[in-house]
């Protein structure tokens, strides 16, 4: 099926107009269409098109980024769209005028919006005030473009990923981790959170996660002993400070200092074909040794080009 018969079916029509605020909000049907769109835009990513000519995308940021600001700007410039990069150095917002006003404003002058920053809360306001589609772009609750991304690349090295076994070793109540939980929950995949007990995830995500563990058919546990990694298809970790907690340093790296993913831990799975993943940036020799993430096993640079992919098929299916 082309991406044009693919856009033409019946779940186009529910995604068209919709936000991504965090993969909650969607079924695991609509997550499937989402992947299958990827794996289209990827294979035909030397064809030109031009399918947001004539659209607007304001992208905000209130925090750094190389991947999420340059998937998103190349996907959609590329195909003929406008992209505006606006910094919290650039604009009022949450300053000199409320998050709401400026949603407001921006929904008259774009077609969507992407949010980069702190809290869900300024990415829900945007997408309650703007009346056009709101992309999360990562705050300190959720990353979901990453983690569709994430699913994706799972998928390129083993195939359908129900049922798979996805180890996150790290800072296990970070928004990376928090979203692969949801994304794991929703498509059935068995998800591990390798953590420090003070550093699992809430209660609440987990018990909101539940329900959809259970009808998915994935296991979804948490414990703080390396040793679960055995077994597991890819290794998954992510820096130990995340932005805005630059003050934890020091303690993060007495804390998780064990839970370094290395050979020695890669070797643990007890699986030769078992993939490395992270989201990047990395900081090696922390989180991960350099001789894994810059290893064979490692599937890290693929991930950072299936953003671009995966983002392009968000847009095509919510803004076309
Ligand atoms: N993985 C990711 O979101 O990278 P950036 O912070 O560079 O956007
Ligand atoms: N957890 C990291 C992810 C970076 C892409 C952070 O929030 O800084």
């Known amino acids: 099926m082309s991406i044009q018969e693919t856009l033409q079916t019946a779940l186009t029509g529910a995604l068209a107009g919709r936000s991504l605020l965090t993969w909650l909000d969607y079924t695991p049907e609509e997550i499937r269409y989402v992947l299958d769109l990827s794996k289209q835009v990827k294979r035909e990513k030397n064809a030109v098109h031009e399918r947001f000519k004539g659209k607007t995308l304001a992208l905000l940021f209130e925090k750094r980024s190389t991947r999420t600001r340059c998937a998103f700007e190349t996907a959609f410039g590329e195909e003929g769209g406008h992209p505006v990069f606006l910094s919290t150095a650039d604009i009022q917002l949450g300053a000199k005028e409320s998050i709401e006003d400026t949603a407001r404003v921006l929904g008259r002058m774009f077609s969507a919006i992407q949010f980069r920053g702190f809290k869900q809360s300024t990415v829900e306001a945007l997408a309650s005030y703007s009346g056009v589609p709101v992309y999360n772009g990562l705050t300190d609750a959720f990353h979901p473009t990453q983690v569709l991304a994430d699913i994706f690349t799972l998928e390129e090295n083993f195939g359908e990923c129900k049922g798979k076994k996805l180890c996150f070793v790290g800072d296990g109540r970070n928004n990376v981790a928090r979203s692969l939980l949801v994304i794991s929950a929703q498509l059935g995949i068995n998800f591990s959170i390798i953590t420090p007990k003070t550093l699992s995830p809430d209660t609440e995500l987990l018990k909101t996660c539940e329900p959809l563990s259970q009808r998915s058919g994935a296991l979804i546990t948490v414990g703080d002993d390396p040793a679960g990694v055995a077994g597991a298809d890819a290794l998954y970790t992510d ?81 076309t």
């Not at 003050?247 to 839970?259: G, I, Q, T």
């Not at 890669?266 to 090696?284: N, Q, S, W, Y």
């Not at 040794?289 to 671009?308: F, L, T």
Request: glycine share 4%.
């Open 239 to 319: 820096v130990w400070v995340s932005m805005g907690e630059e003050s934890k340093r020091e303690e993060r790296r007495a804390l998780l200092k064990p839970y370094q993913i290395n050979q020695t831990l890669m070797e643990m799975t007890g699986r030769k074909d078992a993939i490395f993943l992270h989201c990047l940036p990395a900081v090696k020799g922390e989180e991960v040794s350099a001789d894994v993430i810059d290893g064979p096993q490692s599937r890290a640079w693929d991930q950072a080009e299936n953003r671009k992919h995966t983002i392009k098929a968000i847009l095509l299916a919510t803004l």
